[in-house]
């Protein structure tokens, strides 16, 4: 019997390395992503409040653009509509490029740096990453983009409570004498 929970035990841990490992690849993109998403809200206020005095200087148009119309307090709907479309646009590129680019990159690097993605600072977590690296690369090379959007942690803390939780009582439950 302890035998089988030690066998039992391994595979929880490596199943928990298992998870920490798409945790930290699910991290490392949400990284990427806050950085566009940054610059994209950032373009999208420039093009909000300045976008409409650029169509005026190439197009002619519109004839009053909205900063000279809040100066003057006659901001109406017409004011509106040339930002809006230009932020429209601007998140319009953004997702395009997220998916189109970002994505795809990113998970070519995951898979090309995978070693890199967890600290294996001891020697029993180098041998479990040893017996989970494949199942890892298969993961993000076969699932990349749904486990992007997969929340990961919260499976590390539920085989992390039934290790320390339950497995231990099971242990104990067989201890002799």
Known sequence: MNHLLQEVDRGLRELALLAEA?????????????????????????????????TKHFLGMPDTVLLAALADGTLGRQHLIGPLVGVLLVLVCMSMFVQRWLIPSYIRRSLAAL?????????????????????VQQCIATQGRRHLRTSHNRNVRRVQRFVAGDLRRLYERIKPG
């Open 22 to 54: 798409m945790a930290a690849y699910k991290k490392g993109f949400n990284e990427r992503f806050l950085n566009v998403l940054r610059v994209g809200g950032f373009a999208a206020l420039l093009v909000f409040f300045f976008g409409d005095l650029l």
């Open 115 to 135: 070693d890199r993605l967890l600290p294996l600072e001891t020697a029993y977590k180098q041998d479990l990453w040893e017996r989970v690296r494949s199942q």
